[in-house]
């Protein structure tokens, strides 16, 4: 690798909008975030799926055979 044109790789604190703190390395520094795995719907269980199985119900009327 050629010395002087690569950014620098630190330590990096990752703050969560719900308080989650988690430590990494990055190119980037210290930031924060909206939604981590401890928040998110799809990874806590409290995503709904009504409105999916919804959308295949419409789909099989429109193109059932009769």
């Known amino acids: 690798m050629k010395p002087d044109i690569h950014p620098k790789y630190v330590g990096t604190t990752i703050k969560c909008a719900c ?4 430590e990494t390395s990055s190119t980037k520094g210290d930031f924060g975030i909206d939604v981590c795995n401890m928040c998110h719907p799809f990874y806590t269980g409290k ?9 295949v119900e419409k789909f ?7």
């Open 19 to 22: 308080g989650n703190v988690i």
């Open 47 to 55: 995503q709904k799926r009504s409105a999916a199985t919804g959308q």
């Open 60 to 66: 099989n009327r429109r193109f059932r055979r009769n």
